[in-house]
């Protein structure tokens, strides 16, 4: 079992950064794969990255392309979500997910941490 806690949220001016960092319990940190999903109000919870063990990543929708940046570090048992030039649109409370295995998926998470609000302003 893992438990997840993210933070580095806040307000932010668009255009600028924010680095979210999922810290996670466990033993077996490296035998999960990790995600990053957000959910603005009134809409769904939606996709953003995930990543395995080795390194290797997936992305999700395409408004976030080259803006966003997943990583780990497994000694630290750290996940991490860079977001560069951000935009108002991607105002939502984000949150950390895990599964077991080594599949990178953009679903069927079993872990998930409470959630962290991004706020960007025009």
């Known amino acids: 079992q893992v438990q997840l806690v993210e933070s580095g949220g806040g307000l932010v001016q668009a255009g600028g950064s924010l680095r979210l960092s999922c810290a996670a319990s466990?033993?077996?940190?490296?035998?999960?794969?990790v995600a990053w999903f957000r959910q603005a109000p009134g809409k769904e919870r939606e996709f953003v990255a995930a990543?395995?063990?080795?390194?290797?990543?997936?992305y999700g929708a395409d408004s976030i392309q080259g803006r966003f940046s997943i990583s780990r570090d497994n000694g630290k048992k750290m996940v991490y979500l860079q977001m560069n030039s951000l935009k108002p649109e991607d105002t939502a409370v984000y949150f950390c997910?895990?599964?077991?295995?080594?599949?990178?998926?953009?679903?069927?998470?079993?872990?998930w941490g409470q959630g962290i609000q991004v706020t960007v302003s025009s």
């Open positions: 997910a895990a599964a077991q295995g080594q599949e990178l998926r953009t679903s069927l998470y079993d872990y």
């Open positions: 466990g033993r077996t940190f490296s035998s999960y794969v």
């Open positions: 990543i395995k063990w080795s390194g290797a990543s997936l």
